[in-house]
Structure formats: C-alpha cells, structure tokens
C-alpha cells in the first residue's frame, strides 16, 4: 500500500518542551513539505524539502526545524520557540514533473498537536 | 504575494442539486490547480490536478476549470449526495511545488 504515513496521530507537549512529529512516505517521491492548519484559516508551509539532505524555509518556520536524511523520512520538530504551537499538522509529498512544473501532491492523515 | 480566497464560506444544499464552488488568486503565474476534500479531523484527498496549461479536469460527477488569465477555478459537482459534505479546499502551485491554499468552502448535503 503505498502511501504517506504520519505519527502519532495526536501529541500534546508540556510548556518548554520539543517535540517531533514524524511523516514516511513510499511514493518515492523527492519532494516532501510541512504544513499548520488552524482553524478558519488556510493551511500554511512550514518547510519544504526537494531533494535529501537539502530543505528550504517556508512561510511560518520560526519555532520548527527539520531534517531529511533519507527520501521517505521528513520529520518536523516543534521547539520550545514557538509560542503557539497548539494545531493540526500536515505532511505531503509530491513528484517533480516535466520543467518547474509539479505534479499531483499528497497528503498524509495529519497530526494534532496540543500544547498543555 | 499569492493569495487564493474561496467562496462561499460554507453552502448547504439539498441532496440532488448540482453546485459550484468559486476559487480565485491574485497572481496568474501558477503552475498547476488543485482541488481537495477534507473531512472533519483528517488529511486532504486529491480530487482533480489542473495543469496551467490545461483548461479543464473530469474525474466521476467533478469537473474543475481554471481560466489562468482571470485567476478563477471552479469545481461543479453534479447530483450531489450527501457523502459529499465535506470542506473543499484550493490551491495553487508556486514555482518550488509548494501550495497556496484557500481557507475552504464547508459544503453540506442535506438528504
């Protein structure tokens, strides 16, 4: 079955604390993105990541890191930085088409974070 | 900078009805369309991809447009049902792959 993978499926963090939330994939796909969604408002990019070891900043990355060592892995850690961290997060995944075009992305089942 | 609004907010309808949904962005260099489907606490579903180049998508009773030029997308849902109730989500594709998405028009079918 192939498909994307996010865990756990809710989390919740003690002030102070990071936290990682994990995405897989086994599309095969190269690029690969975070995003927040809160509610009444659209989803937003987080980071973006095109190919492995090399991720670029999106919209809101203040607070977040993350890492991509291997192609189907692209964790998202939620320091203590930032401030507001309590949302719904999104994983997707995506295939590089023909030019700068892209293809068709994907989305995983999500993550619910709640900060106590 | 790119923005995607959607209207309307939320719709509701009777089930049978054929219905729009409005997408509009403010810069008409975009790559591709999409459109998604949301269900209350879950990921997006991929509904229909629409390449800039490309006028229109078919997929069963959906079918999107895109006009590049006026910045508007349609997504027309024939006989709607009532496991259509979801929220619809647009984006638009920057020149990264990344999406700028609309805040999602919440669509409920009654039976």
């Known amino acids: 079955d192939g498909g994307i993978t996010q865990s756990p499926k809710y989390l919740f963090r003690k002030e102070g604390q990071n936290v990682t939330l994990s995405c897989e994939q086994n599309l095969n796909h190269d690029a690969m993105y975070w995003y927040r969604q809160d509610p009444g408002q659209g989803l937003r990019l987080i980071y973006y990541s095109q190919i492995v070891n090399d991720f670029q900043k999106g919209d809101i990355a203040e607070g977040y890191s993350v890492s991509r060592e291997k192609k189907e892995s692209f964790p998202l850690t939620v320091t203590s930085a930032q401030k507001n961290p309590t949302a719904f997060y999104l994983c997707?995944?995506?295939?590089?088409?023909?030019?700068?075009?892209?293809?068709?992305?994907?989305f995983g089942p999500g993550t619910r974070l709640t900060v106590l | 900078k790119q923005e995607v609004t959607q209207i309307p907010a939320a719709l509701s309808v009777p089930e049978g009805e054929n219905l729009v949904l409005n997408c509009s962005f403010t810069?008409?260099?975009?790559?591709?369309l999409q459109w998604f489907r949301q269900d209350p606490g879950k990921g997006l579903t991929s509904l229909l991809l629409i390449q800039s180049s490309q006028r229109e998508q078919t997929s069963g009773r959906l079918n999107a447009s895109l006009d590049k030029s006026s910045g508007r997308s349609t997504l027309y849902i024939a006989a709607s049902q009532p496991g259509d109730s979801a929220t619809y989500l647009c984006?638009?594709?920057?020149?990264?792959?990344?999406?700028?998405f609309g805040k999602g028009t919440k669509l409920s079918v009654k039976p």
């Open positions: 984006a638009v594709s920057g020149s990264q792959g990344n999406l700028i």
């Open positions: 810069d008409s260099a975009i790559y591709n």
């Open positions: 997707a995944s995506s295939r590089p088409g023909a030019g700068y075009s892209y293809n068709e992305q994907f």
